[in-house]
Every structure is written in structure tokens, then in C-alpha cells.
């Protein structure tokens, strides 16, 4: 979450961010950072509690923009009204039980409760607190009565809190997944809202014997930018992929396998009902005919090993007639050469309505790098040749011409 600049859906939004008073203030000083470097313009806003724990020069230093406390400063007694009204989207971290029980009885008695009953955006809270707090019933009652209100609850996480507190629920959740809750909220009405997409992604491994296996050199990143691009457009995402080191992307349901089999029974479910299927995974085309059920002893074999293959499953192939009537198909092309002749064939063959392909033999694009270089081509039309770009980047421009296509599809 967010890298390397402005992107959407942050870019040229406005953001108020909250900041009240409990030990884990300082966090949101990257959350702040970290907003403002995805394009987004941060108003942040603190309590006066909140000066106890961090000063407002850091947060104007990582965001180049004032830091409003009081609700009756020199920019009017409507300050709250402007920030209400001009906020595409409102959070508040760490969100204390104290806020908790002001937010929830509607309160405004600083400029953090006005603003939150002046706006009309949608509103995230990040409680943080010490575990025996966050399990008292009022906490919780206060917690409820924020979500009947419409704001959405992120957190807290279980971990480590304060000195002499021990671990257990109640602390702030990381700053990477508020800035993504932040991102999802700003998208909520984006290209794929209320859309469902399945993503396949990462290498397969098959197994030789319970040490060894075939596989290939895929780690999964352009799938998984898929599967994060396609969640901040709004969609509920899907992502069915082979061993990754990567973690699994904030927000999505992840379904981790092994084998191209155990990839091709995890995806016939979701894709059954997916608007959009994109099939990014490195699939082995091929596994050991019959694997060992222990590891082979090199002292006792030949001199020469031989492994008989049998052809694995074709993914894309055989979940193509589960796929919903007007449903949108993208596939991958990786190839070391002629790579448009066999993208080409691969997109008629396989009845794609949008393919990527990507040349295996550029050092900046293909495996275990994280930029790409790809070109588009769909049945109709000529290729369209993208720049070098992050995986990031290459996934964003992927899924918009996806929902394009899949607009384009509903409408006639």
C-alpha cells in the first residue's frame, strides 16, 4: 500500500484525519506521511489530549498543511462545517473509549466531534486501548452504536501493547492497512463497486517427493497487485494463489494452495459467480507422474534420474464454462520470444477479452522483479504497448480497462 507517488483512489482527495489522545499517536504521524505521499490532501485534526502524546509540527512536516485543535481559532467558527464538507473521507486514530463514547452519543464539544456530525463522507475509527478497557461492555455498547451510526469500526488488532500491559485486543491497528481501509472507503464507489472478481496468482509447486517439487521462478507480486487494485476499485476480491512470500493484501479473501490441482479445485467456486476472472498465475504445465511418499535417498538411485511427466490441469481452460453469461476473462502471455504471435493465438485459443503479455527474457519485467513491461491485446483492436512501469502501476491500468470492458459488456 500506496508506493512510489499519487495513485488512486487517494490522489486529489481530502482526507481529515483525527488524531485523539492515547499512546499510540505517533503511528498516525505515518499514516499522515503515507496518505500525503498516495496524492491525498490531509487535513488533520487533533484533540487537545493528542498534544500530550505527539506535537502538531510532525504531522505538518510529513503533510506541508496546518493542524487544526480549536473549533474557534482564526479560521472561523465554521471550521468544522468547511472540513465536514470538503472531506471525501474522515478517520479518526487511535479512536480512544473516550471519543468512542462521544462519537457514539453524538457529542461536539471540540472540533473532532463537530466535524464528524458536519460531514456527510464516510468515516473510519481505529480504536486503540488497553484489552480490559476495549472488553468493558460500555466500550463496546459505545463501538456498536458508532457502527449503527454508519462509521466504520477498523481494528483493533491483537499484539503487544503499552509497557506493563502485556499483549491481548486493543491495540491500533498497522498504519499500512489504515491507509488502505482509507483507500477502500475512497473507492467505494468506484469502477468495480459491487462487483465480484477472482484472481489467480503466484507459481504451483508440484511435488517430486515431500522435499522436492517442480515449480517455476513467479513470486506472486502481479497478482497480488491485481487483487489489491481490484479492492480498492470497490470489488470483493478473491485471490486463489500458490506459495508467495508476499502477505496476504489487506481487504481480500486469500486462498492459499500448492499444486495447479489444488489451484484449479479452489477456483471453481468463486469464479462461478465473478464478474471479472483474471488468471495471473505461473501454472506448472506439467508434474511428476507419481510422486515419492518419502524423500529419495540419492545413495539409492542410478546415476541418471529420470521423471516421467503427465500435463497438468489448464485453469483458465477448464473453469471457462463456469463462468457467469457476460462475465470478463483476462489471461496472461509470458513467452521468450514471438511474443505477440503467441499472445495472439493464446487470446483466441483460451477466449480471453483481454490479454497481457510480457516478454520472460526483459530483466525489468517477468519474474521476481517489481516492475513490469507488458502490452494489452483484446479480439478487436490493435495492442497497446504499455511503458515500464511497477507491478502497482501495470495492475491499476490492467483492472481500469477491465472494468471498462465489463461496463462497456453490461451496457449493450
Known amino acids: 500500500m500506496p508506493s512510489g507517488g499519487p495513485r488512486a483512489p487517494w490522489a486529489g482527495r481530502r482526507v481529515v484525519l483525527g488524531v485523539t489522545g492515547g499512546i499510540a499517536a505517533y503511528k498516525v504521524v505515518q499514516v499522515a506521511r503515507d496518505l500525503t505521499w498516495a496524492g491525498a490532501e490531509v487535513d488533520v485534526v487533533m484533540t487537545r489530549s493528542a498534544h500530550e502524546f505527539v506535537r502538531p509540527l510532525s504531522f505538518e512536516g510529513v503533510t506541508g498543511r496546518p493542524v487544526y ?18 472531506a471525501d473521507a474522515v478517520c479518526v486514530a487511535p479512536a480512544t473509549a473516550d471519543f468512542l ?37 460500555a466500550v463496546r455498547a459505545n463501538a456498536a452504536r458508532c457502527a449503527e451510526l454508519g462509521y466504520t469500526l477498523v481494528g483493533p488488532d491483537t499484539g503487544p501493547l503499552a509497557v506493563g500491559e502485556a499483549e491481548g485486543p486493543g491495540r491500533l491497528v498497522a498504519p499500512e492497512e489504515i491507509v488502505a481501509r482509507v483507500g477502500r472507503s475512497l473507492g467505494s464507489n468506484g469502477p468495480l463497486a459491487g462487483r465480484r472478481v477472482t484472481i489467480t496468482a503466484g507459481p504451483t509447486r508440484e511435488a517430486v517427493d515431500p522435499v522436492r517439487f517442480l515449480g517455476n521462478r513467479s513470486s506472486g507480486r502481479m497478482g497480488f497487485a491485481l487483487a489489491e487494485s481490484a479492492w480498492l476499485a470497490g470489488a470483493d476480491v478473491t485471490l486463489v494463489t500458490g506459495p508467495s512470500a508476499l502477505p496476504d493484501p489487506i481487504g481480500v479473501h486469500t486462498i492459499r494452495v500448492e499444486s495447479a490441482r489444488e489451484m ?24 511428476p507422474a507419481d510422486a515419492a511418499d518419502r524423500k529419495m535417498k540419492r545413495r539409492e538411485m542410478e546415476t541418471d534420474v529420470s521423471v516421467d511427466l503427465v500435463a497438468n490441469p489448464d485453469i483458465a481452460a477448464e473453469t471457462r464454462a463456469l463462468r457467469p453469461a457476460g462475465a470478463v476473462a483476462v489471461g496472461f502471455a509470458l513467452e521468450t520470444h514471438d511474443l505477440l504471435r503467441y499472445a495472439r493465438a493464446k487470446l483466441a485459443e483460451k477466449g480471453f477479452d483481454l490479454l497481457v503479455a510480457n516478454d520472460a527474457s526483459d530483466p525489468e519485467a517477468g519474474f521476481e522483479v517489481a516492475t513490469n513491461r507488458v502490452t494489452l491485446l483484446e479480439p478487436e483492436g490493435d495492442p497497446v504497448a504499455l511503458p515500464l512501469a511497477s507491478k502497482v502501476e501495470v495492475a491499476d491500468r490492467i483492472v481500469a480497462r477491465a472494468a471498462e470492458l465489463l461496463a462497456l459488456r453490461e451496457v449493450t
Open 69 to 86: 485543535t480549536d473549533p474557534f481559532s482564526a479560521d472561523g467558527a465554521a471550521l468544522h462545517i468547511r472540513l465536514g464538507r470538503e
Open 264 to 287: 484449479l479445485d479452489a477456483v471453481r467456486g468463486p469464479v462461478g459467480s465473478a464478474h471479472l476472472a483474471i488468471y495471473a498465475a505461473a501454472v506448472s504445465d506439467f508434474r
Open 101 to 137: 463514547a462521544r462519537a457514539a452519543d453524538g457529542r461536539s464539544d471540540d472540533l473532532l466531534t463537530t466535524t464528524l456530525l458536519a460531514t456527510r463522507a464516510p468515516v473510519l475509527l481505529c480504536p486503540a486501548m488497553n484489552d480490559r478497557m476495549w472488553s468493558h461492555p
